[in-house]
């Protein structure tokens, strides 16, 4: 053998060593112990560099039923470019701090469990009844704005009183069941509010509050809902299943802090703060056609909203994440663990 060819054995020979080195390393599995704070999208942004990789986690999890909860002390395995969440049981060990403290942490930061919305959603008409109607002003604009005077026809006289305060509506289109066609109820447009400042005989008159859009006559007046500025996450009591009906100003693709409405409500046991999870069923692809004709496979999760405002059969919520867009139609699903 020549000095050369030696030499070119040596490096090669060298190089499959380094490889094999590598590999070893690559393949070695890492241990992570879940802290208080940890997301699975903070996790997957720091072991995989990718923080839309968690609905992948939860995949490929079975054990983890929520992929939105994870609690101090369970074990996560990190290998291959990949993560693996280690069931965690009672006799589980944890941090000692943590051991009277046993709540779930939810996948969003601690500091995010928070949200806003706006006080100007509006809801879908189902069975709620107007209780009055605005009739008139003081002078002859068209558009009323705040701190005008008007006049109003209430339903029930008797139940009025001065300092009252009702919400200010106006009906828009007609929303439908995306599945069947079937008319659900029109969508009421929040406007404002007013409250009561006297009576006048048979006449109530009131002074325009807040104005979220243009107010004019003829306006429904509804039971008045105080804006709840900060919505704190509640899991929910029942395991309920519906779907996107409606989006807020009629968008199509709908993304993070988008307003939707779903056909679940109060009937349901659904209460401001419950967390929906946002999902569609997986299409088979051609070598699960191929191979299989029938396979029940996971729905591809989409995010997750937070229920702003609660009506007997529908509910607004605001979305909080999304790693793919969200349509009217997508299936819908109440947290409760």
């Given at each position: ?5 030696f ?25 992570y ?66 051991i ?164 679940l ?38 995010g997750?909203?937070?229920a ?10 605001l ?19």
């Amino acid at each position: 053998m020549t000095r050369i060819s030696f030499r070119w054995l040596s490096l090669l020979v060298l190089l499959l060593v380094l490889s094999g080195t590598s590999l070893a390393i690559a393949a070695e599995e890492q241990i992570y112990t879940i802290k208080k704070g940890d997301t699975l999208w903070g996790l997957s942004e720091k072991f995989i560099g990718d923080p839309y990789y968690w609905p992948n986690v939860w995949a490929k999890n079975p054990d983890i039923t929520n992929p939105h909860l994870i609690f101090p002390g369970q074990k996560v395995r990190i290998l291959d470019g990949r993560l693996e969440i280690i069931p965690a049981y009672p006799e589980a060990e944890k941090p000692a701090d943590e051991i009277a403290d046993n709540e779930p942490i939810a996948e969003e930061p601690e500091d995010a469990k928070i949200f806003k919305a706006t006080g100007a959603e509006g809801f879908i008409l189902t069975d709620e009844q107007p209780l009055g109607i605005l009739v008139d002003s003081v002078d002859n604009r068209i558009l009323l704005s705040k701190h005008d005077i008007v006049f109003l026809e209430m339903a029930d006289m008797s139940s009025v009183a001065v300092g009252d305060t009702y919400g200010i509506f106006q009906r828009s289109d007609m929303v439908r069941n995306p599945h069947t066609n079937k008319p659900i109820g029109p969508m009421m447009l929040n406007l404002g509010s007013l409250q009561v400042t006297e009576f006048l005989g048979e006449t109530v008159i009131a002074k325009i509050g807040d104005i979220f859009s243009e107010i004019t006559r003829g306006a429904e007046l509804f039971e008045y809902t105080p804006p709840q500025k900060e919505i704190t996450l509640q899991r929910g009591t029942s395991d309920q299943k519906g779907y996107v009906i409606a989006a807020r100003e009629g968008k199509g693709a709908l993304s993070t802090n988008d307003i939707i409405f779903v056909n679940l409500g109060s009937d349901d046991g659904v209460v401001n703060g419950n967390l929906f999870y946002i999902s569609r069923p997986r299409e088979a692809s051609a070598e699960i056609i191929k191979h299989a004709k029938e396979m029940q496979l996971p729905d591809v999760v989409l995010g997750a909203a937070i229920a702003i405002e609660t009506k007997t059969k529908t509910t607004s919520a605001l979305i909080i994440k999304t790693v793919e867009s969200i349509f009217i139609g997508d299936d819908v699903s109440v947290v409760t663990h």
